[in-house]
């Protein structure tokens, strides 16, 4: 049984850093590309991160460039995302996925495996 299971999540103030981690189980994830999405209350699921699985290429929502890093660790099955500098306005649900295609898209109909999530608050 495939399960995504997301920790790290919790309260920050304003300026500080989470690093949220995504432990993938139930198969081998590792030619799989991997992806971080987040939602806000009475918002859409946007992207946030991906990073492929050939090369290690990586991909960022503007919103977050420079101040968030994705990295993988294949032999662990997980996907960690660093966020630095955290403002107000990442306040959400954040959720890990996986795309079979092995790229990392931006696009939610590309990955088809996803975790519960984890609350992200960031407070002023």
């Known amino acids: 049984q495939v399960q995504l299971v997301e920790s790290g999540g919790g309260l920050v103030q304003a300026g500080g850093s989470l690093r949220l981690s995504c432990a993938a189980s139930g198969r081998d994830f590792s030619t799989y590309g991997m992806g971080w999405f987040r939602q806000a209350p009475g918002k859409e699921r946007e ?14 929502a503007a919103s977050v460039k420079g101040r968030f890093t994705i990295s993988r ?3 662990k099955n997980t996907v960690d995302l660093q ?8 306040t959400a649900v954040y959720y890990c996925a996986t795309a079979p295609s092995g790229r ?7 990955y088809n495996y996803w975790g519960q999530g984890t609350q992200v608050t960031v407070s002023s």
């Open 47 to 60: 992207f946030v991160a991906a990073i492929s699985w050939i090369f290690d290429n990586t991909y960022y």
């Open 73 to 75: 660790d294949n032999a």
């Open 104 to 110: 990392a898209p931006m696009v939610r109909l590309s």
């Open 83 to 90: 966020m630095n500098s955290l403002s107000p306005e990442d």
